[in-house]
């Protein structure tokens, strides 16, 4: 494994958010495009407000990936551990999303707190490099 392989995952991560919106869009007909944002407000279907939530959830985890990504990259983290760790990071957060939608709450806790512990390898890993 390469750090573009790292790069890639930083990339899948942001776009994984922009799956779980269109999956909520779909999951009702007559969407509303000219109020996105009213009209989700206003569903009430449950599949759509899970993977809205989880549309939401993967942007809030994306920058802090990304940073870790970054920072590690930076400080001269061995690149095969920053990719491992880029990819449990992209595979947690589908599985995720996935439990999401599925209305799998234990499952959907256990991948975000996993690929929070990706992250805060990352970061503690870069900030031990420089150290």
């Known amino acids: ?40 407000a206003r569903q009430e279907h449950p599949r759509l407000r899970r993977a809205y939530n989880a549309h939401l959830n993967a942007l809030e985890a994306f920058a802090p990936f990304a940073a870790g990504v970054v920072l590690s990259q930076l400080a001269g983290v061995a690149h095969e551990r920053i990719a ?5 990071f992209v595979t947690l957060r589908l599985l995720h999303g996935i439990a999401y939608v599925a209305d799998v709450a234990w499952l959907r806790s256990l991948a975000w707190f996993a690929a929070l512990g990706c992250v805060v390898a990352l970061i503690a890993q870069a900030a031990l490099s420089i150290a």
């Open 1 to 40: 494994m390469t750090l573009s392989t790292a790069y890639w995952c930083v990339l899948i991560a942001a776009l994984l958010p922009y799956c779980w919106v269109a999956l909520a869009k779909a999951s009702v007909p007559r969407y509303d495009n000219r109020d996105p944002r009213g009209w989700i």
């Open 84 to 88: 491992m760790l880029g990819i449990a």
